[in-house]
């Protein structure tokens, strides 16, 4: 019989919302990912992502 792995979800979380006019270009973005990625990791542009938004976190909480 095999076993299952503990299973363990991550302490946080986060939500974001697009407005229906956006989500062309999200979907975009989406197909198009592994472009930017290969000159900015996702973290780096994540935090850059918040701070254009106003949104404040402390970076050591968000990768825990």
Do not use: C, N
């Not at 019989?1 to 939500?15: E, K, L, N």
């Not at 270009?25 to 935090?47: A, C, L, S």
């Amino acid at each position: 019989m095999r076993r299952r792995a503990a299973f363990a979800g991550q302490t946080g979380y986060g939500a974001l919302r697009v407005s229906p006019s956006h989500l062309p270009d999200v979907v975009e973005y989406i197909r198009r990912q592994d472009e930017p990625h290969r000159k900015v990791t996702f973290q780096e542009e994540f935090v850059g992502f918040l701070k254009r938004q106003g949104i404040a976190d402390d970076e050591r909480s968000i990768w825990e």
